[in-house]
């Protein structure tokens, strides 16, 4: 069989694709079904006769590969019915006019679910600017109030994207995480800290590796799933794996080829990795579609528990 022709697998496996060794998790068709029920929701919301749901996307600056993230999350946005407003701000803002543009999108019935791309230029605090959000349109999650929710387990909260769509490849081929090894790299706010809270809602056991980790490879090669959001590409060998681990590559980095090209590439060696690991996400296809399919979700959810309130 070619390395893209893939036989789908069985009922626990559905959106698991046999690759040699591992079976690829297919990140974009799981995203693609997810926003096409999103969007049949959305109609139906609409013709119970409330507004469109919409989202607010703020981009201050000319990161190129922000640039490319918030285009994309513009085009799903539309692809889920759903409403885009796009703000687009000069590097040189101050925190200030951020802050003000956030009270406006705050107060606007149009907006339900408001999101600033990271990361901010360097005089803007993002843990100001996150806090700043209304936490029923914070659909990003990283608030202090969801993110308080979350890591008391409650269910009135919004979950961090990235981290929520990992959960639900997970589970796409896991039924069961009672009791596994849940091995997670990368101790950020935006990634690593929210998916050790969701493993540990799963009964997971849960270690977080991170950059002051002594022996890492020694503590990777005893998880029975591996979560890697580094940012560092290629930074997970085969010998970090234990052998028939699940493996979700958060990374995605943009590298130069001999040949003048370029190329896109996760924080983990896929193709060392693919013969070591049991289940493996590809990049790219495997946990970008998902985050945004997941804002889209979040963005719905806000929507319906604001018209459920005014009811
Ligand atoms: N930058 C990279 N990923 C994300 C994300 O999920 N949310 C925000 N706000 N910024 C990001």
């Known amino acids: 069989m070619g390395f893209w022709e893939f036989a789908y697998m069985t009922e626990s496996s559905r959106n698991a694709v046999s690759v040699e060794g591992a079976q690829l998790i297919d990140g974009k068709a799981m995203a693609a079904q997810m926003t096409d029920d999103i969007r049949q929701q959305v109609e139906k919301l609409v013709e119970q006769g409330h507004e469109l749901p919409g989202l607010a996307v703020v981009l ?3 990161d190129p ?15 889920a019915g759903m409403k885009s407003f796009m703000h687009m ?3 040189s803002t101050s925190q200030e ?11 606007n019935p149009k907006v339900n679910g408001i999101l600033v791309q990271l990361p901010l230029p360097a005089q803007i605090d993002p843990i100001v600017v996150t806090n700043a959000i209304k936490p029923e349109k914070d659909v990003d999650g990283l608030g202090e109030v969801n993110t308080g ?23 796409s081929v896991h039924k069961d995480m009672t ?17 050790a809270q969701l493993l540990l809602k799963e009964n997971c056991t849960v270690s977080v590796a991170h950059i002051h980790t002594r022996n890492i490879e ?6 029975d799933i591996l979560v890697v959001a580094t940012g560092k590409a290629e930074l997970v060998k085969a010998n970090w794996v234990k052998p028939g681990a699940t493996v979700i590559d958060v990374g995605i980095t943009r590298l130069k080829t001999a ?11 896929f193709e060392a990795v693919r013969h070591v690991a049991g289940y493996i996400t590809p990049v790219p296809g495997g946990v970008g579609p998902m985050t945004i399919a997941c804002l889209l979700h979040n963005t719905f959810q806000a929507a319906r528990s604001e018209v459920n309130l005014s009811e």
Do not use: F, W
């Open 89 to 91: 701000m000069p590097e």
């Open 149 to 171: 929710r979350l890591a008391l387990g409650m269910k009135n909260g919004i979950v961090p994207c990235t981290p929520l769509g990992c959960l639900k490849l997970l589970q």
């Open 65 to 79: 590969a922000s640039e490319v993230y918030v285009k994309n999350k513009a085009i799903q946005t539309h692809r």
């Open 259 to 269: 040949e003048g090209k370029s190329r896109l590439v996760g924080d983990v060696d």
């Open 97 to 107: 006019e951020l802050l003000t543009l956030i009270d406006e999108l705050n107060a």
């Open 60 to 62: 201050v600056g000319n």
């Open 179 to 195: 009791g596994l090894h849940a091995v997670v790299v990368g101790a950020s706010n935006l990634v690593g800290k929210p998916m």
């Open 218 to 223: 020694e503590i990777t090669r005893q998880a």
